[in-house]
């Protein structure tokens, strides 16, 4: 009976990872804007990948593998916000029509502090 009931978790949450896996693939296609599609492909990295790996330690049990499957998801979740704020900001930055695609303030900003 334990063992069904593991399966099931395993089977529930690799399909939750499938679900949210389609939707990003859609949205990093469908979206125009390109911070709207990091936006889509960023959920695809941390929350697919905790949904698929906590399924794999729920599979494997308690030994070794599902705290290096821990360690996986940790520095996944450090690196992958820092490179989407990168990648953010240097779009800011380069793009002289960014205020066509979403609201800005940075301007309003400057134009008081001088």
Same mark, same amino acid.
């Given at each position: 009976? &334990?063992?069904?009931?593991? =399966?099931?978790?395993?089977?529930? =949450?690799?399909?939750?990872?499938?679900?949210?896996?389609?939707?990003?693939?859609?949205?990093?296609?469908? &979206?125009?804007?390109? *911070?709207?599609?990091?936006?889509?492909?960023?959920?695809?990295? $941390? /929350?697919?990948?905790? /949904?698929? %790996? $906590?399924? /794999?330690?729920i599979a494997s049990g308690i030994n070794? %593998?599902?705290?290096?499957? *821990? =360690?996986? #998801?940790? %520095?996944?979740?450090? $690196?992958?916000? #820092? #490179?989407?704020?990168?990648?953010?900001? $240097?779009?800011?930055?380069?793009?002289?029509?960014?205020? +066509?695609?979403?609201?800005?303030?940075?301007?309003? +900003?400057?134009? +008081?502090? +001088?």
């Amino acid at each position: 009976m &334990l063992e069904w009931i593991r =399966f099931a978790l395993v089977a529930l =949450f690799f399909a939750a990872g499938l679900i949210v896996l389609f939707i990003s693939i859609f949205g990093t296609y469908r &979206l125009n804007f390109s *911070l709207n599609r990091m936006h889509s492909a960023a959920m695809c990295d $941390t /929350l697919v990948l905790m /949904l698929f %790996i $906590t399924g /794999l330690i729920i599979a494997s049990g308690i030994n070794l %593998i599902s705290l290096k499957f *821990l =360690f996986i #998801v940790i %520095i996944q979740w450090c $690196t992958s916000p #820092v #490179v989407s704020h990168i990648f953010v900001k $240097t779009k800011l930055l380069t793009d002289k029509n960014i205020c +066509e695609h979403c609201e800005m303030r940075i301007d309003d +900003e400057k134009e +008081e502090n +001088e």
